[in-house]
């Protein structure tokens, strides 16, 4: 018992690593391999443990990390927050900088879009229909079916509509104040 859920709770805290996040980089396929060499290898590190005591063989150990790797992002928050941040100013024709102050200073994405010549709604535009080209490429790759992609994107546009209009941190779970995000109202 006390064996399976540790294999659990291991299995459990990879996938919320694997899983977390809703902002996809583009990357070309050498890219994209040598990121998930390195995921593989960081999951690898993780489930070591459970190797040694014998919880996990390794060949068992390198099947869940081949699979985890191969579909999950695997980057940090700061990383998809700077992502983000440089789609929405550069859209808007600023500099990131720019933009983390006037989120530091309280404003919304909305209120910076309409600042600098643009709407909300453009910008939620402009964002879910880079996810959506991400997403047509994973489709195109065989990583997602359509429904899949489908309700990922029905979800990015939820999130993205809130996050643009201040009902959610700019730089998504974890962005707290403090931390570089916006302060809480």
């Given at each position: 018992?006390?064996?399976?859920?540790?294999?659990g709770?291991?299995?459990?805290?990879?996938?919320?690593?694997?899983?977390?996040?809703?902002?996809?980089a583009?990357?070309d396929d050498?890219?994209?391999?040598?990121?998930?060499?390195?995921?593989?290898?960081?999951?690898?590190?993780?489930?070591?443990?459970?190797?040694?005591?014998?919880?996990?063989?390794?060949?068992q150990?390198?099947?869940?990390?081949?699979?985890l790797?191969?579909?999950?992002?695997?980057?940090?928050?700061?990383?998809?927050?700077?992502?983000?941040?440089?789609?929405?100013?550069?859209?808007?024709?600023?500099?990131?900088?720019?933009?983390?102050?006037?989120?530091?200073?309280?404003?919304?994405?909305?209120?910076?879009?309409?600042?600098?010549?643009?709407?909300?709604?453009?910008l939620?535009d402009?964002?879910?229909?880079?996810?959506?080209?991400?997403?047509?490429?994973?489709?195109a790759?065989?990583?997602?079916?359509?429904?899949?992609?489908?309700?990922?994107?029905?979800?990015?546009?939820e999130r993205?509509?809130?996050?643009?209009?201040?009902?959610?941190?700019?730089?998504?779970?974890?962005?707290?104040?403090g931390?570089?995000?916006?302060?809480?109202?």
């Open positions: 018992m006390r064996q399976t859920l540790k294999i709770v291991t299995v459990l805290a990879v996938a919320a690593l694997a899983m977390s996040g809703v902002a996809l583009q990357t050498t890219e994209q391999t040598a990121r998930e060499e390195a995921a593989v290898a960081r999951i690898g590190e993780m489930l070591a443990p459970l190797v040694d005591d014998g919880t996990l063989t390794e060949a150990a390198e099947a869940v990390a081949e699979t790797a191969s579909n999950g992002p695997f980057r940090p928050r700061h990383h998809r927050r700077a992502i983000i941040g440089g789609e929405v100013a550069e859209f808007l024709g600023i500099d990131t900088e720019t933009l983390r102050d006037e989120l530091r200073s309280g404003s919304t994405l909305a209120e910076v879009a309409a600042a600098n010549g643009s709407s909300a709604e453009a939620v402009h964002l879910v229909g880079n996810a959506q080209e991400r997403l047509d490429g994973k489709v790759e065989g990583t997602l079916t359509q429904e899949e992609a489908d309700d990922k994107l029905a979800e990015i546009t993205v509509t809130a996050m643009v209009d201040g009902e959610l941190p700019a730089g998504g779970p974890g962005f707290r104040p931390a570089g995000g916006p302060p809480r109202a």
